[in-house]
């Protein structure tokens, strides 16, 4: 895959005009990430506008319920024309199975959309993880263990901090597919995000998509913003 393929820029926007108008302003771009708020305030319409402009969207809503409502959501998710959906792994092994049936029947004659899972959100530390009750693991052990669980079941990649990648690629292959937030470039600040790398080395430790928003899209010159985090995600793969 080319760069721009792999570095997703989040679109998280209370409005799809706004949303529209950095799309627009990042002419080298072409894969994006519509979240939970985009969805929703644009009923929907943000995934059909970004594929009638010829962009890939991963459309990160989290599905996390029991298996026949996830099965329904992801049928739904696929005839959206998404070309990434996610669950959540601590849904369990029946609802990721569920999920995986459901893509593959609404995908019938039409390209199959990756299916990935959630393992622990990139905002949350080993503190909290041993609050939401993995009191024996740190945040990465319980990662690994949930991609192990995903892996297992058949799904095409998990998300993940850019810190679990090398354990993960030791354990799973380079065919399973790692999806990382938590990207900050050296220059920008961290937010509420807690374990964090660089593009450089998110992408040095494998990565094959790293997801950044704020950076770009909070940027002065989001196009320039774009752009920087390009090369550092080439000097990462230097030499690789």
Known sequence: MR????????????????????????????????????????????????KSMGKRVFLDLKFHDIPQTVAGAVGQAVLSGADMINVHASGGPAMMKAALAARDRASEGMAKPLLIAVTVLTSLDDTDIKLVGFADATASDAAVRLA??????????????????????????????????????????????KRVFTPSDAMGEGADYIVVGRPITRAEDPLAAYRSIIREMEAGTDGR
């Not at 399973?176 to 509420?192: A, I, M, Q, T, Y």
């Open 3 to 50: 760069m721009n393929e792999r570095l997703i820029v989040a679109l998280d926007y209370p409005v799809w005009p706004d949303a529209a108008k950095l799309v627009g302003s990042l002419p080298d771009a072409s894969h994006f990430k519509v979240g939970l708020e985009l969805y929703l305030a644009s009923r929907g319409e943000a995934v059909r506008e970004l």
């Open 148 to 193: 192990e669980l995903s892996k297992g079941c058949g799904m095409d990649g998990v998300v993940c901090s850019p810190h679990e990648i090398r354990p993960m690629r030791q354990r799973f292959g380079k065919d399973f597919k790692l999806v990382c937030p938590g990207v900050r470039p050296s220059w920008s600040e961290k937010g509420d995000q």
